[in-house]
Structures are given as structure tokens and as C-alpha cells.
Antibody, heavy 116, light 108 residues
Framework: QVQLVESGGGVVQPGGSLRLSCEGS????????MHWVRQAPGKGLEWVAV????????YYADSVKGRFTISRDNSKNTLYLQMDSLRVEDTALYYC?????????WGQGTLVTVSS | SYELTQPPSVSVSPGQTARITCSAD??????AYWYQQKPGQAPVLLIY???ERPSGIPERFSGSTSGTTVTLTISEVQVEDEADYYC???????????FGGGTKLTVL
């Protein structure tokens, strides 16, 4: 069955950087677009970024544009999110999700806390 | 971009029917999707392309659309259906995904 396992979360100071990873299994990873979606504590879902199946097309939410970079390594079935210039408001549970215009499957998330 | 508007909360008794709406002008042209999120768990896809149900989702969950409003209907509500429900769509270019603010379903 489809599995998505995120890792790389942690505590970081404002202005710092962090790289999240998401390893997929149980499906042909290179055939699907992949997303990052986040959820701040006690809040709703917020889409962050999407990357096409071949990695050539990438789009971002305005709130992270210029600070976050989505990428993938299809040889390793792994999705990444490089997060730079982190802000307190980036504190959230970050999910990776499989799909194009919607999210067919979700991982369990990795927690990012930005705090001084 | 645009906003998807959902009621913050809906309450229903077990065995009754719950209806959760999601509104935006764009929904007359774009598909809507629905997710269920139980406390401490990741979201689960319930409905795609307005009214299609993924395998494994009970028939009690259904989706419909009318103009600029889409509706998630949960028939014969069970206590285990208590959760947050989110609608989602995409902008016309497919470069941006949008979530509604979420609706907390309480089963009294």
C-alpha cells in the first residue's frame, strides 16, 4: 500500500534553515506530482508547494515563495523541502502528499518549530 | 487566488444526516475535493472531483455540487465521524491549491 514517511523536522531559530524529506513507497513515485501541506497548531490546512512528476515544474504558496524550495530525487523515491529564512509563523506540522490537483495520500507529518 | 468558505461547525445526532457546505464563485468551474481529519491523524481523502468516492470510503459519504456551492453529505452519521472536514480546490492554472477553513463536525 502507499506509504509516505516524512522526516527532518525539529526546533530552529528564526532566520534558520531546515530540510524536510519524504520517502514514498508502494506506488511508482516518478509517475506522480507531490506536495507539501502544513498545519499550524490548532489551525487548518495550508498548501505549501507542489512539484511535477519529472521535477521540472514547481509552484509555491505566496507565504513561502522565495524562502522554500521543493525538489525530488526519483532514483531515491524521495521528496524534499528546503526551508530557509524561517519565521515563527512557519511553525507547523508539515505533511507530504501524493497527487496532482488534489491529495490522494498523506504522510503522518513532521513537526517544525521556529522559536528563539 | 480565491477563498473557500465553510461553516466553522456543524452538529448532528447519531443516525441523522450531516451536510457541510463549501462556497466560492470558482467552484462553478473548478472541481472540489473533501478530506476528513480526526484528532492527531493525517487527513484522508473522502471525495474527489465533486462527487467521486475513492475505494474504501463508505457510501455514507457523498458529494454534490450546485452552482458555486459544493456539499459533503454524511448519511446515518456515526460517533466515529466526529472530525474536522476540509474542502479543497485548485486555481484555474493548476499552480495553486486552496483549502477551506475547515468544519468541525460534532456528533452529539
Amino acid at each position: 500500500q502507499v506509504q509516505l514517511v516524512e522526516s527532518g523536522g525539529g526546533v530552529v531559530q528564526p532566520g534558520g534553515s531546515l530540510r524536510l524529506s519524504c520517502e514514498g513507497s508502494g506506488f511508482p513515485f516518478s509517475d506522480y506530482g507531490m506536495h507539501w501541506v502544513r498545519q499550524a497548531p490548532g489551525k487548518g490546512l495550508e498548501w505549501v508547494a507542489v512539484i511535477s512528476d519529472d521535477g521540472n515544474n514547481k509552484y509555491y504558496a505566496d507565504s513561502v515563495k522565495g524562502r522554500f524550495t521543493i525538489s525530488r530525487d526519483n532514483s531515491k523515491n524521495t521528496l524534499y523541502l528546503q526551508m530557509d529564512s524561517l519565521r515563527v509563523e512557519d511553525t507547523a506540522l508539515y505533511y507530504c502528499a501524493k497527487g496532482g490537483e488534489y491529495f490522494q495520500h498523506w504522510g503522518q507529518g513532521t513537526l517544525v518549530t521556529v522559536s528563539s | 487566488s480565491y477563498e473557500l468558505t465553510q461553516p466553522p461547525s456543524v452538529s448532528v445526532s447519531p443516525g441523522q444526516t450531516a451536510r457541510i457546505t463549501c462556497s466560492a464563485d470558482a467552484l462553478s468551474k473548478e472541481y472540489a475535493y473533501w478530506y476528513q481529519q480526526k484528532p492527531g491523524q493525517a487527513p484522508v481523502l473522502l471525495i474527489y472531483k465533486d462527487s467521486e468516492r475513492p475505494s474504501g470510503i463508505p457510501e455514507r459519504f457523498s458529494g454534490s455540487t450546485s452552482g458555486t456551492t459544493v456539499t459533503l453529505t454524511i448519511s446515518e452519521v456515526q460517533v466515529e465521524d466526529e472530525a474536522d472536514y476540509y474542502c479543497q480546490s485548485a486555481d484555474s492554472s493548476g499552480k495553486s491549491m486552496i483549502f477551506g477553513g475547515g468544519t468541525k463536525l460534532t456528533v452529539l
